[in-house]
């Protein structure tokens, strides 16, 4: 009886956690898009929610297109309808410890289609955010890379700088 009673308990303990790691993903789901006429930029980010079996837990996955003054500069928006293992944005806000989980967090990994590291790799990293802008404009988010080279040989760091934009608000699309 006193196993079952475990069991029990652990089994409703994991569930309310997961529902805790993975609050707010279908806010995040959806095309959002950055556009800056001074600059002629234009970001344009296709989100979906899913289920990372990897990580047991679910996650927001998508692409991105990026253009500079009407020209294509990076584009990865063919993968977003493809399930692959790697997507070029992965983002979560799962964490064993649920007192770091925030609901208007995500953390990002992103591959940046349009730079290379020195071993021929496409850039990678990580540490990165999308996060609401504020509870006022609740179509509105903002993403932020940071260079996040991680532990690697000298000769396989990323470069400094991103072909995508580092830092910008996007609007959900309707």
Not at 34 to 54: P, V
Not at 66 to 94: E, H, R, W
Request: one cysteine or more; charged letters at 20%; a negative charge.
């Amino acid at each position: 009886m006193k196993t079952l009673v475990i069991v029990i308990f652990t089994s409703i303990f994991s569930v309310n956690l997961q529902a805790q790691h993975t609050a707010n993903l279908d806010f995040y789901a959806g095309t959002w898009k950055y556009e800056n006429q001074q600059t002629g930029e234009e970001f344009i980010l296709k989100l979906r929610k899913t289920f990372s079996s990897f990580l047991s837990t679910e996650c927001v996955v998508g692409a991105y297109t990026y253009k500079k003054n009407g020209q294509i500069v990076t584009d990865c928006m063919d993968k977003f309808s493809l399930n692959l293992n790697i997507m070029p944005v992965f983002a979560t806000n799962s964490y064993i410890d649920t007192v770091l989980v925030n609901p208007n967090r995500l953390y990002m990994f992103v591959t940046d289609y349009g730079k290379f590291c020195p071993n021929g790799d496409k850039k990678r990293t990580s540490s990165n955010e999308l996060l609401l802008v504020s509870s006022a404009t609740p179509n509105k988010i903002r993403w932020i890379l940071k260079n996040d080279e991680g532990e690697g040989l000298t000769d396989e760091l990323p470069p400094e700088e991103f072909s995508i934009p580092e830092d910008m608000i996007l609007t959900k699309q309707p």
